[in-house]
């Protein structure tokens, strides 16, 4: 459900692309795909290691790639060599990718010019993994592979097949037609790029006392995904958090996403208003407390003092409400975009449109999300379902899967919103 026209535009422009190589067989494999890359008319530099250059030497990259080829960050220091290729770079290909070259990216390592342009560049990262089956399947490469698959990182492969070696299994790179498909289709969503976005995530905590809180059961899973998605097609994010266990947030860890902690919905409510200020999208996926004790007492209430039975509440500022007015009076970036959240228990659909209607007319916003909050959907869990209410009243998009699936089409309803 991308918006309209974006990922063909996309496509059609010359992308600057860096293609990694590194030491496996299959590095005569990448020979084709800088040439597949180079001929539909992209900037290609190869940037090998070493023991790449053991497969295949620097004369055949620089001859493909039609510019200078080296392997260290002591070349051309004049032009700060070991930065400048990856900051310019609009996607980064990794092909293949050994084990030692995946646990080195997951270690953050700049030992030679791969490793300090991966760690340089805010661009896509797209890696194609070869290497024997065994190498793949141990416990190591498999927990560096889900580190990089959480910051963002998309991984192609490998294919089954036979290896080097001859025996056969999974390790094999993937054919340089489906890396380069995959790679172009990730630096075609780069649609987010230049936004600036602030998203509130997880459950607020009203404290009674120092050990007691009236909360709520939002894991923060949705906002982290919403977060994760809007940086992985380019967006840069301030993801305030409120209360995301750290298995949850670690799926929003990339450079372009920053979080910050809040406890209570009083600092949701400072922390979001501070990033909504020069935000060009705002959303509001926490569950905000909506009451919060009066009094919050400062020493544990015992039984004896009788007081649990009963808490006296107050309202909470409804943030999202207090955002939209602040963009009505003129003190937000032009044409931001705000978005709420509701969750609803109501299992009649037609219903729960009608009280999201109310609900986005009340709180001034452009779009609200509804996600049916039931046993399978909603609160704890890895799925969703949600429908985007517009403007108009009108269901603009519909979306249930995974919440990050959920989260791309939220994010095209935002584009096309735009
Ligand atoms: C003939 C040969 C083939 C190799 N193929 C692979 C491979 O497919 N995958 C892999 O992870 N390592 C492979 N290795 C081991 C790597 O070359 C070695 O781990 C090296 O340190 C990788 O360095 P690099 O990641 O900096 O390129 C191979 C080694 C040799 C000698």
Redesign the pocket.
């Known amino acids: 459900m991308t918006a309209p026209g974006v990922t063909s535009l996309r496509q059609n422009r010359n992308v600057n692309i860096v293609v990694g190589v590194?030491?496996?067989?299959?590095a005569y494999k990448s020979v084709h795909l800088v040439r597949l890359l180079t001929k539909a008319g992209h900037d290609v530099t190869v940037v090998p290691?070493?023991?790449?250059l053991r497969f295949v030497g620097l004369p055949t990259w620089e001859a493909i790639s039609r510019h200078p080829v080296t392997t260290s960050v002591h070349d051309d220091v004049a032009k700060v060599r070991h930065v400048a290729i990856g900051q310019a770079a609009e996607l980064v290909i990794v092909a293949?990718a050994?084990?030692?070259?995946i646990a080195s990216m997951t270690a953050g390592l700049a030992s030679d010019l791969l490793g300090t342009t991966l760690l340089a560049t805010l661009a896509p990262v797209v890696i194609a993994p070869?290497?024997h089956t065994e190498?793949w399947r141990h416990p190591a490469t498999q927990a560096n592979i889900a580190t990089l698959r959480a910051r963002g990182v998309h991984v192609v492969g490998p294919d089954e097949g036979e290896l080097?070696g001859g025996d056969t299994g999974p390790g094999r790179m993937s054919e340089p037609e489906e890396i380069v498909a995959a790679a172009l289709a990730v630096a075609a969503l780069q649609d987010l790029a230049g936004l600036r976005v602030a998203i509130s995530a997880g459950g607020t905590r009203e404290p009674i006392d120092p050990v007691r809180f009236l909360g709520n059961r939002s894991s923060g899973r949705q906002g982290v995904a919403l977060a994760a998605e809007a940086a992985a097609r380019g967006a840069e994010v301030v993801l305030v958090a409120a209360h995301i266990d750290p298995a949850v947030r670690a799926a929003a860890t990339h450079p372009s996403i920053r979080v910050l902690d809040v406890g209570t919905a009083a600092e949701l409510s400072t922390a979001m208003k501070d990033a909504a200020a020069t935000a060009d999208v705002v959303i509001m996926a926490a569950a905000v407390a909506d009451y919060r004790p009066a009094v919050a007492s400062d020493h544990k209430l015992t039984k004896e003092e009788g007081v649990l039975t009963r808490i006296d509440l107050v309202e909470n500022e409804d943030v999202v409400a207090a955002l939209a007015v602040t963009r009505a009076d003129g003190h937000a970036p032009d044409g931001q975009t705000i978005v709420a959240f509701a969750a609803e228990t109501l299992r009649d659909a037609e219903q729960r449109r009608e009280r999201a209607r109310r609900k986005r007319e009340r709180k001034g916003v452009d779009l609200l999300a509804v996600n049916l909050a039931d046993a399978e959907h909603g609160f704890e869990r890895a799925e969703n379902a949600v429908e985007v209410i517009g403007v108009d009243g009108a269901v603009v998009a519909t979306s249930s899967g995974t919440k990050r699936q959920v989260a791309g089409a939220i994010w095209n309803s935002v584009l096309a919103a735009r």
Not at 22 to 26: D, L
Not at 49 to 52: K, Q
Not at 98 to 101: I, K, Y
């Open positions: 590194t030491g496996g067989i299959a290691t070493e023991d790449a293949p050994t084990a030692n070259t070869a290497m190498m080097a």
